[in-house]
């Protein structure tokens, strides 16, 4: 069973620009969160896609958006690149049914911004 | 609001000794899972054990064992008999049990284990 993936795995861009990640789940996993990790602020959740909806929104700021298709794949974009939102972006995908679902999480991208 | 501390950002431990990495967490919820993930350098970040709110038994997984102590509110990860291969960033996570909480995990800040030869 593949797991998840995430591409791409490295990624450098310039301020102002903005960025695509694409993230595809385990076969069957409807749900795919997103979180950024940097070493200041640790990990944190951005948003939650479930059957193409958002389910769930962390505090980020609106240049941060995402969209879930009818393969559960999910991208999250960002606009306008600031040079803060140079993170690792970790995609988890989970079957939505009680408390004990692990997340399993793809190996991430990361993001340099210049 | 709920949140997870790791009050030790770094530890080091013998290989083949056993290690207890803390964490604490504040939630207002009844119903809530807490988890345990493991970050290599590779950046992925990888399960390793479950513990419920309504579980009596604590979680156990091969080496790794939970200490859930729920009146502190503590979910203490335990590692037996470590190995040089368990040197990684530990994350304690929790999600909670309300409707619009989703599948949307809290982290605590992270401990770095290195486990020396």
């Known amino acids: 069973k593949a797991g998840v993936t995430q591409t791409p795995r490295y990624l450098i861009k310039t301020r102002g620009q903005q960025v695509t990640l694409s993230c595809s789940p385990i076969?069957?996993?409807?749900?795919v969160s997103w979180y950024q990790q940097t070493p200041g602020q640790g990990l944190q959740f951005l948003f939650e896609y479930f059957s193409e909806t958002q389910r769930n929104k962390g505090n980020f700021p609106g240049r941060f958006s995402g969209r879930q298709f009818s393969n559960s794949r999910s991208e999250m974009n960002v606009s306008t690149l600031e040079l803060g939102d140079s993170a690792l972006y970790l995609c988890a995908s989970s079957q939505p049914q009680g408390m004990n679902t692990e997340a399993f999480f793809g190996q991430g991208t990361r993001l340099t911004v210049v | 609001a709920q949140k997870i501390t790791q009050t030790q950002p770094g530890m080091f431990v013998q290989e083949k000794e056993a290690v207890t990495l803390d964490c604490t967490y504040d939630?207002?919820?009844?119903?809530?899972?807490l988890f345990w993930y493991k970050q290599p350098s590779s950046g992925e970040m990888i399960f390793l054990i479950y513990?419920?709110?309504?579980?009596?038994q604590n979680a156990t997984e091969g080496r790794y064992s939970l200490n859930f102590q729920k009146a502190r509110k503590s979910a203490n990860l335990v590692i037996s008999a470590s190995q040089l291969g368990d040197s990684a960033m530990y994350f304690c996570a929790m999600r909670e049990g309300a409707r619009t909480s989703g599948s949307r995990l809290t982290f605590g800040e992270g401990t770095q284990l290195t486990v020396n030869p």
């Open positions: 076969s069957g996993h409807r749900s």
């Open positions: 939630t207002s919820d009844q119903s809530y899972g």
């Open positions: 513990q419920g709110s309504y579980d009596e």
